[in-house]
């Protein structure tokens, strides 16, 4: 089965701050989605990455995979303290799209 | 249309009670998940259908656990006798089937506390 391994496990930063977390799989990622989630609520769809070497951003927020498509990077640029939430990485292994996902990023964005 | 609406958002119950949550997906999708989500960890896959037809189910879907998807639309999930391992937030998802991924977009979710 598929295993996704994100870090950093948390991370505080300081508001204007840029800032990276990496998702790393343990096969192929055909699919690799990015979610933040505000605690005790649902996830937010931020994106969605299929085709290796393949960056998308939205606002500040950039994501990457890989050439090898194994990898994903999410970064964020001049962090604001709307940020601060889990940042999970979920893979599809295939068209199915049923999710594996890692355990998150805790993200904390201070004034 | 909002997105996926889950019902109810918080269900306090005692041990041995019977639940059923509820879940609408967005209007256009045909297929929805669930997913089981306890603290501090990611979301894990309980089971999903396209239309009204269940096609996979996890391990962790116990013998307590039923979920159906009656006319293709709307699901729910039922647990019975419900134990404190249950304890957890129990999250919908719906997606557009096509030949290649595409996104699922998640509900607010149903925070299950067992007493």
Sequence with gaps: SQELEQSPQSLIVQEGKNLTINCTSSKTLYGLYWYKQKYGEGLIFLMMLQKGGEEKSHEKITAKLDEKKQQSSLHITASQPSHAGIYLCGAAPGTASKLTFGTGTRLQVTL | ?115
């Excluded at chain 2, 009204?52 to 709307?74: I, M, N, T, V, W």
């Excluded at chain 2, 647990?79 to 030949?99: F, P, W």
Aim: charged fraction near 25%.
């Design chain 2, 1 to 115: 249309d909002t997105g996926v609406s889950q019902d109810p958002r918080h269900k306090i119950t005692k041990r041995g009670q019977n639940v059923t949550f509820r879940c609408d997906p967005i209007s256009e999708h045909n297929r929805l998940y669930w997913y089981r989500q306890t603290l501090g960890q990611g979301p894990e896959f309980l089971t999903y259908f396209q239309n009204e037809a269940q096609l996979e189910k996890s391990r962790l879907l116990s013998d307590r656990f039923s979920a159906e998807r009656p006319k293709g639309s709307f699901s729910t999930l039922e647990i019975q006798r419900t134990e404190q391992g249950d304890s957890a937030m129990y999250l919908c998802a719906s997606s557009l089937a096509r030949v290649t991924n595409t996104e699922a977009f998640f509900g607010q979710g149903t925070r299950l506390t067992v007493v």
